[in-house]
Nanobody, 122 residues
């Protein structure tokens, strides 16, 4: 499995970005997908997850109501729409994949992309 995350950049507080993650190597529709992030000097933290079918999603409290995870199984891509961005959302964002249900613990994901940097200025 290979994951390629992209779409990060510099945005002002209150702005929006959409991250994408392209999946290849296996049947994308078999995998539950997640987004995590790691800010400088901090541990990686869970952001959002979506089931293989797209019918179940889960969010960290810190992003609930502002971020939306979605997927397009025909395009082998998972997305993270980020609205009302705050400076504390600044981090490298990673997409990840696993089989067996959506989970919060980042260590339960088997495959990871290389990350894309999101910087939110105040």
């Amino acid at each position: 499995v290979q994951l390629q995350a992209y779409g990060g950049g510099l945005v002002q507080a209150g702005g929006s970005l959409r991250l994408s993650c392209a999946f290849s190597g296996r049947a994308f529709s078999n995998y539950d997908m997640g987004w995590s992030r790691q800010a400088p000097g901090k541990e990686r933290e869970f952001v959002a997850a979506i089931s293989w079918s797209g019918d179940r999603t889960y969010y960290a409290d810190s992003v609930k109501g502002r971020f939306t995870i979605s997927r397009d199984n025909a395009k082998n891509t998972v997305y993270l729409q980020m609205n009302s961005l705050k400076p504390e959302d600044t981090a490298v964002y990673y997409c990840a994949a696993r089989i067996g249900g959506i989970v919060v613990l980042t260590s339960f994901y088997n495959y990871w992309g290389q990350g894309t940097l999101v910087t939110v200025s105040s």
